[in-house]
């Protein structure tokens, strides 16, 4: 079984219940709670690779600080990527969660016991 971290905050269950899955398929993880250990633009980009997904794919867009920012206004290009991690990375809350990362260089956004089941399954 391939060793993975998890991106979390405690306070979301779909966290929780993702966290309950690792645990019931006996896991080896790290838990990273990213609003307090909080992501730097380096590694948002590098999970975003891994994911294959843009910054915008994985924001909370109806977080408060989203409003605030006004992101829902930003284009979505090439060009304003850098703008898009530098937000996440500014304001974590605004990173969908959980996030799997595992040590086969793959990565998934776990918001389903499927997808936390995928993360496990691959090839390490």
């Known amino acids: ?3 993975v971290e998890i991106w979390i905050n405690p306070a979301c ?3 929780r219940s993702a966290i309950s899955v690792l645990d019931a398929e006996g896991a080896d993880y790290t838990v990273r709670r990213y609003l307090e250990d909080v992501p730097t633009p380096d ?4 999970v975003l690779d891994r994911l294959g ?7 909370r867009t109806r977080e408060a600080v989203a ?4 992101v829902s206004a930003w284009p979505r290009d090439a060009t304003s990527r850098d703008r898009w991690v530098a937000a996440l990375a500014a304001h974590p809350a605004l990173i969908q969660r959980p ?3 595992a ?16 993360a496990l399954s691959r090839g390490g």
Request: glycine content about 4%; overall charge negative.
């Open 43 to 46: 590694e948002i980009r590098e």
């Open 99 to 101: 996030i799997i990362t």
């Open 67 to 70: 409003d605030e920012l006004g």
């Open 1 to 3: 079984m391939v060793r």
């Open 53 to 59: 997904l843009e910054p915008w794919d994985i924001t």
């Open 13 to 15: 269950s779909k966290c």
């Open 103 to 118: 040590d086969d260089g793959t990565a998934v956004v776990a918001r389903t016991e499927e997808a936390v089941r995928d």
